[in-house]
């Protein structure tokens, strides 16, 4: 009786790994979904038909609760195996484990690691199974013989109990929260396919071909969604699907305003490039990239709700809690494109860029002004709400440095002596632009760079400075001009609490 509860426990600990391994994998490789559509697709017609004809739309239920009766049999039989001749109840584990693999791989669109879950769900109940049993052996042989056993019966007995409850109960909440959490993003991914964003009502120009120079190793002037960083608190993607999603645009507001996404989707949406940067970019860095954005500018929606009195700021939420405070004349001003964005790069923006909805806000860093998956805009005042990174030590305002960045060659890398090499970055201050870029070679001057193509102020631009190395090691530093004039700092400082500054350099050596 008490083994099979032990296989009982051990089925748990397959299930709670198992689906918790599904839940990293962004919701694949569930053994428990994978199994039971694996014998939706075998079963014959004719016991489908029946499961239909008995418990209607409740066939799906039923065929859970089937399956966990026999699941729950072969469990507890297992345990009583495993008991009477062990490895044998871990080889019945082990063939359920089998066979599960089986389903999930023949599941279509299943990944590499989408056995992963089953695998490691196989171990955990293996070893679960051997441990209580050997606690139950324990309290056995203390009953038997307690003379010769080191603790009483009693005290074996408490702890075969409290390990097998404390076992069974983690793996049922951490198994039944991951395969809630698994089903949500499945869901959200399904809906993510499934959006056919409209065309921009005002389409951004085409890129000019001259926005790109001809250089190895440079950073393509538009990052493709594959490898734009990603920088959240959330450890777990939210999964928001569209239809359950709204905007609430309230606080210090003449008008609340509340905005489904069939409205989003129904206004005319502006496209535009706008280069997007962390405010915890180290100097060379990469937390940067360019993408093509497609929403609704957020000043016609301010326009909507009328902000009162002496507001200042907009402080937007995310629903995982992230929140950022922009300030209110940015988001209302004529000349920033700051949009509440659906679209990057021509798609439905990725789960982890902010799948249904972000903001984008061209000139400020993403921790005070690129809130994903939002939800709520509150019109309020900077000395009465912060961000969620505020209060941690970085700046309230978070306006992007001016900056420059050597992408080749690398630092460390060897050249030729007497063969042109070509010097490349990106340079950027979204909003501002950028007119030159600068280059140096050890102690010599200041070079002009030539300069790919401007297309809007609010991206950066691609530079080039093709040098012929003399031998030895060589210092190189970039620095660029703002379209203000404004000359880009030497002066070194760490990213916080507002942003990185100083001069980008590389060391390479002349061979
Ligand atoms: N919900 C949410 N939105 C967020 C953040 C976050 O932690 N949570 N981080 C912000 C920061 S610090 C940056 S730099 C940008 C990064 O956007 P990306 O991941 O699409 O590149 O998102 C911003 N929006
Ligand atoms: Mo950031």
Redesign the pocket.
């Known amino acids: 009786m008490f083994a099979a509860c032990v296989g009982l426990v051990a089925a748990a600990a397959f299930l709670g790994v198992a689906e918790f391994g599904a839940l990293l994998l962004g919701g694949a490789g569930s053994p428990l979904v994978a199994v039971g559509s694996a014998v939706i697709d075998l079963a014959p017609g004719g016991a489908k038909d029946l499961m239909v004809a008995l418990f209607g739309t409740g066939d799906k239920v039923a065929l859970f609760v089937l399956m966990t009766v026999i699941v729950a049999a072969v469990s507890a039989g297992a345990g009583i195996l495993e008991r009477a001749r062990p490895p044998f109840g871990a080889v019945v584990f082990a063939v359920g484990g089998v066979l599960a693999l089986i389903a999930v791989s023949t599941r279509s669109g299943s990944g590499t690691f989408d056995g992963a879950p089953t695998v490691f769900g196989v171990a955990a109940a293996v070893i679960v199974l051997r441990l209580l049993l050997r606690r139950l052996r324990r309290w056995e042989a203390a009953e038997a013989v307690p003379s010769a056993a080191p603790r009483p019966a009693s005290a074996e007995r408490r702890a075969f109990l409290a390990w097998g409850v404390a076992t069974a109960a983690v793996a049922v909440v951490v198994g039944t929260a991951s395969r809630l959490g698994s089903s949500a993003m499945q869901a959200a991914a399904a809906a993510r396919r499934a959006v056919r964003l409209p065309a921009a009502a005002t389409a951004a120009p085409a890129v000019p071909a001259g926005a790109s120079l001809d250089v190895d190793g440079i950073t393509p002037y538009v990052t493709p969604n594959a490898d734009?960083?990603?920088?959240?608190?959330?450890l777990r993607v939210?999964a928001v699907d569209p239809a359950d999603w709204s905007l609430r645009i309230h606080g210090a507001v003449e008008n609340e305003v509340t905005l489904t996404w069939d409205e989003l989707l129904a206004l005319p949406l502006e496209e535009h490039m706008a280069t997007?940067?962390?405010?915890?970019n180290e100097v060379g860095g990469d937390?940067i990239?360019n993408a093509l954005w497609l929403g609704y500018p957020i000043r016609e929606l301010l326009a909507r709700a009328k902000p009162t009195g002496d507001a200042d700021m907009v402080l937007s939420t995310?629903?995982?809690g992230?929140s950022?405070g922009t300030p209110l004349d940015v988001l209302q001003d004529d000349g920033t494109a700051a949009l509440l964005a659906v679209g990057m790069n021509g798609e439905p923006l990725p789960a982890?860029?902010?799948f249904p909805v972000?903001m984008v806000v061209p000139g400020l860093?993403?921790?005070v002004?690129?809130?994903?998956?939002?939800t709520e805009l509150e019109v309020t005042r900077f000395s009465d709400a912060e961000g969620?990174?505020t209060p941690r030590g970085w700046s309230e305002r978070g306006p992007v440095k001016l900056e420059s960045r050597i992408d080749t060659p690398r630092n460390g890398s060897s050249v030729t002596v007497g063969k042109a090499v070509a010097i490349a970055g990106v340079a950027w201050q979204p909003h501002t632009g950028v007119k030159a870029v600068q280059v140096r070679v050890g102690n010599g001057d200041w070079q002009q760079a030539e300069l790919a193509d401007s297309v809007s102020a609010d991206t950066w631009r691609q530079w080039v400075l093709r040098w012929t190395p003399t031998e030895g090691s060589h210092r190189i530093e970039v620095r660029a001009v703002s379209a203000d004039g404004e000359v880009q700092t030497s002066v070194e400082r760490p990213p916080a609490p507002n942003g990185a500054s100083g001069w980008h350099s590389v060391t390479v050596d002349a061979r």
């Open positions: 734009f960083y990603r920088i959240d608190t959330a939210p997007l940067s962390c405010v915890s937390l990239g995310s629903v995982d992230f950022a982890e860029h902010g972000r860093f993403g921790y002004s690129a809130t994903k998956w939002v969620y990174w």
